[in-house]
């Protein structure tokens, strides 16, 4: 009997362990993990990128929210349910490829966000064999350049039309003098040189750089190197966290007091609250969507902070928003989620949502669309905690972006 009751109490241990087990796969499937379950009728899409590190903010749960309003208002797509899928890539080609792999094997039909140059580009050349779609928010222009994809997308700014939009709003057609700051990896570098070309057919001379390693909490060797250069305007290239750190210290070493101008190439909307106004007045902003430009915009930018508790959208979560809509709205028109189908629909239909208008996708993936040149406010010019901008110009897409004639996708020479 004390055999039997030893074997029972076994047999109860091994069912609790096996019902507990069981919540937590049904807890992190409510959640959108990485891993998923076989595909049943639902349309599966994903949204890969940084859930932890300096890009959060701008991307992150946030691009999760944005991607889950755009199936809201897709509305009925083939009488089938959307699944958004969520994963953290860390920042690691490998944990993004393995990621996207797996999802693409068990039906998620496309990856959007990324917003990382070295996971993007790999995740683009796994879509292409798999026959998948990829839509991003990617800085180097290898994505849509030299390796260039059918099934690849680039929604929002990448190293041309930073450099375009910033460089030439900060010059103003005046020639000046750059130092550089610029991350050490591919986005940087990328757009470090399309910065050093445009400066330089301006008239305007580039006399240095220096690199730094992503996740820097103390910048003041590289502002003392920018300092030594003479240098009138200082050229931020990196991110997130990094730009509000080294905004502050540029402030504290006195660079505006020497005459030298610090000038973030990727300073975002959400980033301008978190830095303060007072370190953050004057400094320029290149962007596609902005809250005050229309009143479908201002009324997106209150939704989201609904979904988010409160927080202000960043651009690349507005662009998810519209590489989802845009997505869905392409299938529901092809009829199906076959690829092909849905690849020949998103080219061929114009890109509308709340910010964007009658935008065309170009044959490297490249979407034409307006981008804008803005400048942060002074605190006593602000009507309201939201009112960040002045927006001072805006660039055409064909402004904005590499011109065609530049470009070495092998896509877009065809259709020359």
């Given at each position: 009997m004390r055999h039997a009751s030893s074997a029972s109490r076994l047999a109860s241990l091994r069912h609790a362990i096996k019902h507990r087990a069981a919540l937590l796969?049904?807890?992190?499937?409510?959640?959108?993990?990485?891993?998923?379950?076989?595909?049943?009728?639902?349309?599966?899409?994903?949204?890969?990128?940084?859930?932890?590190?300096?890009?959060?903010?701008?991307?992150?749960?946030?691009?999760?929210?944005?991607?889950?309003?755009?199936?809201?208002?897709?509305?009925?797509?083939?009488?089938?349910?959307?699944?958004?899928?969520?994963?953290?890539?860390?920042?690691?080609?490998?944990?993004?490829?393995?990621?996207?792999?797996?999802?693409?094997?068990?039906?998620?039909?496309?990856?959007?966000?990324?917003?990382?140059?070295?996971?993007?580009?790999?995740?683009?050349?796994?879509?292409?064999?798999?026959?998948?779609?990829?839509?991003?928010?990617?800085?180097?222009?290898?994505?849509?350049?030299?390796?260039?994809?059918?099934?690849?997308?680039?929604?929002?700014?990448?190293?041309y039309s930073l450099a375009t939009i910033v460089s030439k709003g900060v010059s103003q057609g005046e020639s000046t003098s750059w130092y550089f700051i610029t991350v050490d990896y591919t986005a940087g570098h990328s757009t470090e040189q399309e910065a050093r070309k445009v400066i330089e057919a301006g008239g305007s001379k580039v006399l240095g750089s220096v690199r730094f390693p992503a996740g820097t909490a103390d910048f003041s060797s590289f502002i003392l190197s920018a300092q030594s250069s003479k240098a009138k305007n200082i050229g931020f290239i990196g991110g997130g966290t990094d730009t509000l750190n080294i905004a502050k210290q540029a402030r504290e070493f006195g660079l505006a007091q020497m005459g030298q101008k610090f000038v973030p190439f990727s300073l975002g909307t959400i980033d301008v609250p978190a830095m303060g106004m007072d370190v953050a007045q004057g400094l320029p902003v290149a962007l596609s969507y902005y809250w005050s430009l229309s009143p479908q915009a201002e009324a997106w930018k209150e939704r989201f902070k609904k979904a988010s508790g409160g927080k202000l959208p960043s651009d690349q979560q507005a662009d998810v928003y519209s590489e989802v809509f845009h997505y869905l709205k392409a299938v529901k028109a092809a009829g199906t989620t076959d690829t092909s189908a849905v690849l020949a629909k998103m080219r061929e239909l114009p890109v509308e949502d709340f910010f964007t208008h009658g935008a065309k996708i170009r044959a490297d993936g490249r979407l034409m669309r307006n981008m804008y040149y803005g400048v942060v406010k002074a605190p006593a010019s602000m009507r309201n905690p939201d009112d960040l901008l002045e927006v001072v110009k805006t660039f055409s897409g064909e402004e904005a972006f590499l011109p065609a004639a530049q470009s070495k996708c092998p896509l877009l020479v065809q259709k020359k």
């Open positions: 796969l049904l807890g992190l499937a409510g959640i959108g993990s990485a891993g998923a379950q076989a595909p049943g009728n639902e349309i599966r899409i994903g949204v890969l990128n940084d859930q932890s590190g300096v890009y959060s903010a701008a991307t992150g749960a946030g691009s999760v929210i944005a991607a889950k309003m755009a199936v809201e208002d897709a509305g009925n797509v083939l009488g089938r349910p959307v699944q958004v899928l969520a994963a953290d890539h860390q920042f690691k080609p490998d944990i993004g490829a393995s990621i996207a792999r797996r999802w693409y094997d068990e039906g998620v039909t496309a990856i959007f966000d990324l917003y990382h140059s070295g996971v993007g580009l790999v995740v683009q050349d796994i879509a292409k064999s798999k026959n998948r779609i990829v839509m991003a928010e990617i800085n180097s222009m290898l994505f849509t350049d030299e390796q260039c994809s059918p099934n690849g997308f680039s929604w929002g700014t990448d190293g």
